[in-house]
């Protein structure tokens, strides 16, 4: 979709379709008001008769309104005034883009964000338009015939903005929107795949199609030979009951200073997890193959940063596996030895993830990073915890969590911080090797985070456990691209590049 801003007169605005706001008791916002006005009060006279009381979500399609350019208007319920927050905001945009898909319009120009919801300016708003409508578009079709295909696809939209001196932010806005919005897309894409098309050589294929589109990414995937030659016991005793070979894929984006610090992204790109020889149930195990969802949020947020050329250097590392029962495989009481030199005893071998990312961490060293984010569908206990709303924030440093949680905020990508206390960590205790990759049933998303963070020591790190937001199931199922949109804000923020907004 294409998108871009405007200003000016909104009555006179050639359009097929202008998308209004509607508070509840049919109270017109800022720039209703004046559409009111050029329409001789048909506006107000049409919402007297009662058709639309401006409930969350509704919708009411006009036609033939006088003094107007634009050929019809589509009102859409914001709620009530009080209550108009980012969520209400998100489901009037999905309401009205969901009406515009099913009209034969490819073009609609919104002016709904007057005034912007609650915490949030004019370039938070508009953002948010532009990521929840791309998002309400999308539609998974690689392997499926998209019956329900909107037949005129809405392939242009324009943001109106009343005030004319806030228009650069707006324009940076609908850039930095749409970079997010694709690289929410390539994430969800990419979850979504199964896992027979979705391979860790898919998903390096896939880096590498991203470094042949911007020249400031490199990509390099080391095979299993160059990993067993850095000594990556734990990632390769997983790939190892897989038919698959494993990658270890980098991106290196070199957007500033050559001498500056990365930041790096590490995504745990497990392609299909059935549990390895401790199998997993067979309920929903089709699930697993969002396994990789962070893995693809790190493609996600390197897409994101390459279209908005942001001055920054960021790294994004997504080791990729399968994890399946073989003769090969991990048997449990196995014990391996990270490229850390620290040894570990498998005592469950569907704790993968942990072993397939402390190699990855480890690895990190040599990038000497400004600090190392890593995501992870890393643990049920961590859903059983926090529910499918936010994602659970480990790091034993409280800027730095502040900091994610702050990104988040303004991202509408939260997270929650958990405790990553040592306290927990004697739960990883074993007889036999420095550490279990298990630690019993208490805490479990806490104790997979402890596992982690003893790889961790040498830089400023922090852990997302993205097991509950990743993707949804039932009737909706489906990857949900994040945290693309966190990791992008936290970069953007970063880099410097949003204060020259003003
Ligand atoms: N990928 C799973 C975590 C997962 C399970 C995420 C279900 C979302 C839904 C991970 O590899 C795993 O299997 N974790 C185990 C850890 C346990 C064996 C300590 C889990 O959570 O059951
Ligand atoms: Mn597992
Ligand atoms: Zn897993």
Avoid at 377 to 404: K, S
Avoid at 406 to 412: I, K, L, N, T, V
Wanted: proline residues 4%; aromatic residues 4%; contains cysteine.
């Amino acid at each position: 979709m294409e998108f871009k801003t405007k200003t000016g007169e909104l009555a006179k605005q050639k359009t097929p379709c202008l998308v209004l706001g509607v508070f509840e008791k049919r109270k017109l916002t800022g720039l209703t008001k004046d559409v009111d006005a050029a329409s001789g009060g048909r506006l107000t006279a049409l919402l007297r008769k009662g058709d639309l009381e401006g409930e969350l979500g509704q919708t009411l399609m006009l036609y033939g309104l006088p003094g107007l350019a634009a050929e019809r208007v589509l009102l859409v319920g914001c709620g009530k005034r009080k209550e108009f927050n980012r969520g209400n905001h998100r489901k009037a945009i999905a309401a009205a883009i969901g009406v515009l898909q099913r009209l034969h319009a490819s073009e609609a120009c919104l002016a709904v964000a007057d005034p912007p919801p609650a915490g949030m300016d004019l370039y938070a708003a508009v953002r948010e338009v532009l990521v929840t409508a791309a998002q309400k578009v999308y539609r998974y079709s690689q392997t499926k015939e998209d019956k329900k295909a909107p037949k005129t696809p809405l392939k242009r939209l324009t943001l109106w903005v009343s005030d004319k001196a806030q228009l650069a932010s707006a324009e940076q806005a609908i850039q930095h929107g749409a970079a997010i919005a694709a690289g929410i897309g390539l994430a969800r894409e990419l979850g979504n795949l199964p896992g027979n098309i979705c391979t860790p050589s898919y998903l390096a294929d896939q880096a590498r199609a991203l470094g042949e589109r911007f020249e400031r990414l490199e990509i390099q995937v080391l095979e299993e030979a160059d990993m067993a030659e850095l000594e990556m016991g734990a990632l390769l005793s997983v790939s190892r009951g897989s038919r698959q070979p494993a990658k270890l894929i980098i991106m290196h984006y070199r957007g500033g200073d050559p001498d500056a610090k990365p930041i790096v992204l590490v995504g745990k790109g497990l392609t299909f997890d059935a549990g390895g020889i401790s199998i997993k149930p067979a309920a929903e195990m089709d699930e697993m193959k969002f396994d990789m969802c962070g893995g693809a949020s790190v493609l996600g947020a390197l897409l994101a940063t390459c279209e908005m050329g942001l001055p920054i250097n960021l790294v994004g590392v997504v080791p990729a596996s399968e994890n399946l029962p073989d003769g090969a495989a991990n048997k449990p009481g196995d014990i391996v030895t990270s490229m850390s030199g620290q040894t570990i005893e498998i005592l469950n071998t569907d704790a993968e993830g942990r072993l397939i990312l402390c190699d990855a961490l480890t690895y990190c060293k040599r990038f000497d990073p400004a600090l190392v984010v890593d995501m992870a569908t890393l643990t049920g206990a961590c859903v059983v915890a926090l529910g499918r709303h936010p994602a659970g924030l480990f790091t034993p440093d409280d800027r730095l969590a502040e900091e994610i949680l702050r990104a988040g905020e303004a991202a509408g990508d939260r997270a929650w911080r958990m405790p990553l206390w040592d306290d927990y960590q004697q739960q990883l205790d074993s007889n036999f090797a420095d550490m279990a990759n298990i630690g019993g049933r208490d805490a479990g998303a806490i104790t997979a985070a402890c596992f982690l963070r003893r790889f961790t020591k040498d830089y400023r790190w922090a852990h997302l456990d993205i097991a509950g937001v990743a993707w949804l199931g039932g009737k909706e199922k489906g990857s949900t691209g994040r945290p693309v949109a966190l990791l992008s804000q936290l970069v953007l923020e970063r880099s410097g590049a949003l204060k020259s907004a003003g």
